[in-house]
């Protein structure tokens, strides 16, 4: 009686089940059908009526049982056959959920510069004195289906004058069960040249970007529209081999077609169409990790990029890396600390400008020349205690005379020492000092203060 009740009131529950969540649909089922039950063992009827409700009860259990069953077998649930539904809806996710995360930096301070950004070239630099927010990233991960996953990063950020920006930093997809270990990642990524240029602002060591990284890379960072190929090679330890290919155009891709090339070679832009492989953007990697010792790990890694450039037809540019990174931390550590770390990385650009009509004056030709330029930088840090680091890091970058006099080719050396406090690791707190020495132009000491707080989920970043 109390089966057939119940199951002539859910049969409308039952076709809403059906387009709802399999395992939410089936607790509710079991739960009602079992309410008859438990309402009357509550209400302690006479001796003669429990029994019969006993037996109801078992008869109404027994069918919500069979009900179940029928609805696990309809709707694919855990240990149904769904053979059938598989193959006609194909390879379900392996997982639904997504991690949404938000991460924002605040700048404060003073430099004595008349042009802060003549010396802050990159975008997630200070820009003014006073207060800037030169990053706020929205980042979105999550499984796709068993053989892929996505990523994305969104960045706001709030210029000079006070304007908000947005664009769309990265997006890609990566595989997840190729053979061999292999994996391709497409879409739109920062290219994995060296340590630093990979990384997003909040997870560097110091406020602003490395001066040879903005000379080769421009204010963004070297990053494009392609796919990489990486391969873990079947060595004793960690050894990685990585190519990109991605298009050699777009603001993002400085030293190459990028629209404001003229600021590096000052000739009129040979604008073409991508008609051979030597039309796009060759960068290939490798690095490899072991440990030194129990408490000891080096890191050690090369990089190229081959492209071209638009200063000619046939214009081409080459740049070269290498990088270090090595990390002590104590046997005994406490929350990773205390610890004491070296990173370094050096590059080396051949730019090949070809015969061009200066952008500034037509009427002149500039010659086919040779532009090299060269810098690197060594960082420092010092795990004081858990929570509380100092660091101190070293940079120079330089270019060889060219018949164009260009700004972001001008020697420059800076030193910069910074403490950082993480009150939890959802905040942090840094102050750096800056002092930059630029040929011929003088020096100038800045000061800047940097607030972050992460509210969400973030992916961990790579050692």
Known sequence: MYSRQWTIALS?????????????GLLICAVMLAAPGVALAQAKPPKSRQDSIARADSIARADSIALVKQLEKELGAPGADTSSAVSSQGPRATGSYMNIGFVALTDGGWSTAHDIGAIERGDHDPKVNGFTMPNAEISLDGNVDPYFKG?????????????????????YGLTTSLPANLQIKFGQFFTEFGRQNPQHPHAWSFLDAPLVLNRMFGPDGLRSQGVRLSWLLPTPFYTEALVTVANATGGTTSSFRSPDSPEIHGGVVDDRQVQHASDLLIAPRINTSFDLTETQTVVLGASAAFGPNNSGPSAKTQIYGADLYWKWKAAAAEAGFPFLSLQTEALWRHYDAAQRLAEANPALILPSEVLKDNGAYAQVLWGIKPRIVAGLRGEFARGNQSTFASELRRD??????????????????????????????GTDHSLWFQLEFLIGAHAAHKF
Do not use: H
Not at 158 to 167: K, Q
């Open 12 to 24: 409308p529950f039952v076709r809403a089940v059906k387009k709802s969540q399999i395992r939410l």
């Open 151 to 171: 990523f994305s990063n969104i960045v706001l950020k709030i210029d000079s004058a006070g304007e908000t920006g947005i664009e769309l930093e990265e997006a």
């Open 412 to 441: 420059q050396s800076r030193w910069s020492p910074n403490f950082t406090w993480y009150p939890t690791e959802f905040s942090k707190i840094r102050v750096q000092y800056n002092f930059d020495d630029r040929k011929a132009l």
